[in-house]
């Protein structure tokens, strides 16, 4: 449980208040952002223009003509307390499954570092339920924590200049899916069919919404192959 007396709320602009957490990764944490973020549209998007969520802290964009500094944070301090007296709702989440090859590039080193035997080291990233924390680095791309201390190894030394979308890796206590072709240095594990965004109407719909719970379930090649997947030759 975290102690709410430890976030601190700052106007740290004139149009922008950053509420900070603790500095861990919790998935209490990540619920008391979400929840926050659901009661902040209650404003209206006329005074609150737009939020920005990572693993400990919200960072809030707003109208000034419209809400004051004070006045947001009344509203904050008001939904703090509610999550205090635990008479919170629930915000709905729907839970994500994620079917996943685990034919990945790093797969062998993976188990080599972390003397695991192949089907251990998937076995231990399958088992976990993850929570979404942030969004960042390239859209769609949704930082999931934590996988189980076994297989948790710093990036890699050297970044691949090009990641496949739809490629599943890990860094320290993180996993996630590369969203599009672009460099990367996490470890690859697998690969997934599934697309982690789609674009309609000129708007932006990641597949992960933050506070998400987050499953991935091992696939066989033909599997991976009849749901659209493609077949990456190491670069």
Known sequence: MIDLKQVNIDSIAEDAILISWPDVIAPAIAEQIVFIKHCLKECGEQKIIDTVSSYTSLLIYYRFDLITSDQLKALILKQLAVISSNKNPQVASDIIDIPVYYAGWDLNEVSDLTQLSSNEV?????????????????????????????????????????VPAGAVAIAQEQTAVYPMDTPGGWHILGFTPIKMFDIAQQQFFPKIKLGQIVNFTPICQEKYLDLGGKLHKEC
């Open 122 to 162: 998937i076995d231990l990233h399958c088992k976990h339920h993850y929570t979404a924390y942030a969004h960042g680095f390239v859209p769609g791309f949704c930082y999931l924590a934590s996988i189980d201390k076994q297989i948790q190894l710093p990036r890699k030394a050297t970044p691949r200049a090009q």
